[in-house]
């Protein structure tokens, strides 16, 4: 069955990822460094991540429409899950890696 992807369907998407990413989405700041953040206009969506606190961002996915943004969400869901249950290095694209106690951590790069 097909189901029309709505805006708070994203919005619950980027919580979930959030958390993830070991981020509180209930106290989570607007320019919290690491954080992921849904963009809108024009019936298009981004996807960006919070780089710095004065708010610059990575762009990891621009100008798609909702059903588009849904699907690189939940790829974005997976891939934090089997890197949660690997004990892989940091991923060198986009610098995730677990911490001693198994947490997912942004590593800083150099």
């Known amino acids: 069955m097909v189901y029309r992807v709505t805006k708070d369907i994203l919005q619950a998407k980027v919580r979930i990822v959030n958390r993830q990413l070991g981020f509180d989405p209930d106290t989570l700041e607007y320019n919290t460094p690491g954080a992921i953040q849904l963009y809108s206009g024009s019936g298009h969506y981004s996807v960006h991540r919070v780089c710095n606190d004065s708010h610059g961002v990575d762009d990891l996915m621009n100008g798609g429409n909702a059903r588009e943004t849904s699907e690189f969400l939940s790829g974005m869901r997976a891939a934090l899950e089997i890197l949660k249950n690997s004990d892989s290095n940091p991923c060198p694209a ?17």
């Open 94 to 110: 986009c610098g995730i890696g677990q911490d001693d106690f198994g947490n997912l951590v942004l590593k800083k790069s150099s």
